[in-house]
Each structure stands twice: as C-alpha cells, then as structure tokens.
C-alpha cells in the first residue's frame, strides 16, 4: 500500500535568491542609496525650472544681461520687475480679473455641480436617467469652436466677463465623481433625516456636503485651476485688451514673446528691466495665487479623488 506523503508549500526560491546576493536586498544600504539618488534627482529636475523662473525674475539687470538669460541665484536680489509690470496696469488689472473670474466661476459651478450630482445620485428623482444620459454624451460629443462662439454671441455674452464663465460652468466628469461619491453615502443617514422633517435642500446642506467636504475641495479646487489656467475663452471672446486675464497677458508677452512697452509696465521715466525679468516676474505671478491655496487643500487630494473616483 503506498502512502501519500504530505504536500510541502513550495518555496519562493527566486526571492532566497534575491536575498542572498550581496548588496541586492531590497532594503540594503547601497539600494537605498540608489532610491534616494533617483529621488533627489526627480526633485532637483521640478525645482530648478521654478528656482530659475524665480531668481530671474528677482535678478537685477546687470546679471540678467551678463548671463544672456535665466539666473539660478541672483546676487542682489531686487523687486524692479515686479514693481515695473504692477505700476503700469496692464498686469495688475489682469491678475485682478483672473481672481474676479476664479472666485466667482468656481462658486457658481460647485453650487451647480454639487446640485446636479445630488439631483442624479437619488434614484428616485424624475428625470435623472435621461439626463444622466446627457451628461454621459456631452463628454464625448464636444461642440465646435464656431458653434460655441455662435451660442455666446447669440446670448450677447461677446466681451463679456460671463463669456469666461458660463461656457464652461459644468464639466461633466466633475459631475459624475460628485455622484458616485453620493451614491455611496449611507442612506439609513438619509432616510433618517427625512423621517425627521427635513426637505431634500436641507438634507443637501446638513447631511450631505459636511459628509463630502473631502471630494468638494478636490472638485472646488479642480474648477479653480481650470478658470485660472484658461485663455482660450478670452482669446475668442474678449475684443478689448483692458479684460484679459491674467493667462492671455502670460500668452501675449511670454509666449508669443511680445514687448511690453514703457507705457504699459513702467513709471513714467523709469527704465524698463530686461525682458527676461520682466517675463519672470509675470510668471511667476501667474503660478502665484494656485500655490497659495493648494497647501489648504492638499490634505482633501488623496481621500476626495479615491473615494469619489472608485465608487458607483
């Protein structure tokens, strides 16, 4: 009679032999040491474009032009190029519509994003099927530039600072992960508030959005960085100069290399600064106002995209 000996677990043989070659373990002192030269390397490749743009930019005349260019450290930092571009207007006036245009786009389109998302996330609302329907294909039915432009002027929005907001104030995708993340709320929470009373705006405003504070701030900050950023819009709709925002003024002079003239960034009488500083200093002004709020946002970045993202 032959008897069955038992089955043994096989053995990770290619991880032993990982292992026991020297200075090859995953967790040995010259592997790490590789991972933190690979790391440091990433980090010196983001941060020296940013540290140039902003040295330039604080960078005195004399050694932007013996340079020929960027400057990696300057060696008497001054604020003439930012002072140059903010006196004569042009700047000023165009960061403060950018502003103007963020703060306002990005309320209007979080109040109509997050009751949309909240109208489609109840199964029982009327009408939510074809309009989900809707929704689904205008993401991948896009209108043309000539039609939109027709539309906006149909509705008289042409040099009009709701030409810059209201062609994009809902964006579909923003939608749809502000849905899934209401469709997985619990909804004994729900129920419980409508046996208690409460209508279904105040269920929104007490029950749902202090649950969704994470994936609010990661859309909110979503449709901010999106009207900053954006100057197609006021290339095609705006005629007069005087409305650019800031990104068009950043296109014009940086871009498409313009010369700003003395009329337009300096004082009267004052020299301009070389036009590398000058461009720097828009620059970095234009980056200014999205890393200042990004650090109040970061900890929502992680949980409000995973969450709203992998659900429904």
Not at 37 to 57: N, Q
Not at 70 to 85: E, Q
Not at 217 to 245: C, D, H, Q, R
Not at 280 to 302: D, E, G, K, T
Request: proline share 7%; glycine share 8%.
């Amino acid at each position: 009679m032959t008897t069955l000996s038992p089955t043994r677990p096989r053995r990770d043989t290619r991880s032993r032999t990982y292992s026991a070659i020297p200075g090859r373990s995953p967790g040995s002192p010259p592997w790490r040491a590789v991972k933190s030269l690979i790391v440091l390397v990433c980090v010196l490749l983001v941060l020296l474009p940013f540290l140039a743009i902003v040295s330039t930019s604080l960078a005195d005349a004399a050694q932007v032009n013996e340079t020929g260019g960027f400057v990696l450290w300057p060696d008497h930092p001054t604020l003439g190029s930012y002072r140059a571009i903010l006196q004569g207007g042009l700047v000023s006036r165009a960061l403060l519509v950018s502003i103007g245009v963020t703060v306002v786009g990005t309320a209007l389109s979080l109040l109509s994003s997050v009751l949309l998302a909240y109208g489609l996330s109840r199964p029982d609302s009327y009408g939510h099927k074809p309009v989900l329907m809707l929704l689904l294909l205008s993401m991948f039915f896009v209108p043309g530039v000539i039609p939109s432009y027709l539309l906006v002027k149909e509705l008289g929005l042409i040099n009009s600072y709701w030409s810059l907001i209201l062609p994009t104030m809902i964006n579909a995708f923003n939608v749809i992960v502000l849905r899934s993340f209401f469709m997985g709320l619990p909804g004994e929470i729900i129920d419980a508030a409508r046996i208690d009373g409460a209508g279904e705006l105040h269920i929104l405003w007490r029950v749902v959005l202090p649950l969704s504070k994470a994936s609010v701030a990661v859309i909110g900050l979503f449709y901010a960085v999106t009207y900053w950023n954006a100057f197609f819009n006021a290339m095609v709709y705006l005629n007069e100069s005087a409305k650019w925002p800031m990104q068009m003024v950043l296109r014009t002079y940086v871009v498409n290399n313009a010369a700003i003239g003395a009329g337009e960034a300096s004082a009267a009488g004052a020299a301009l600064p070389p036009s590398q500083a000058l461009q720097a200093a828009i620059l970095v002004l234009s980056i200014l106002p999205i890393v200042i709020v990004y650090p109040f946002l970061q900890r929502h970045m992680n949980k409000g995209v995973m969450v709203g993202a992998v659900k429904g």
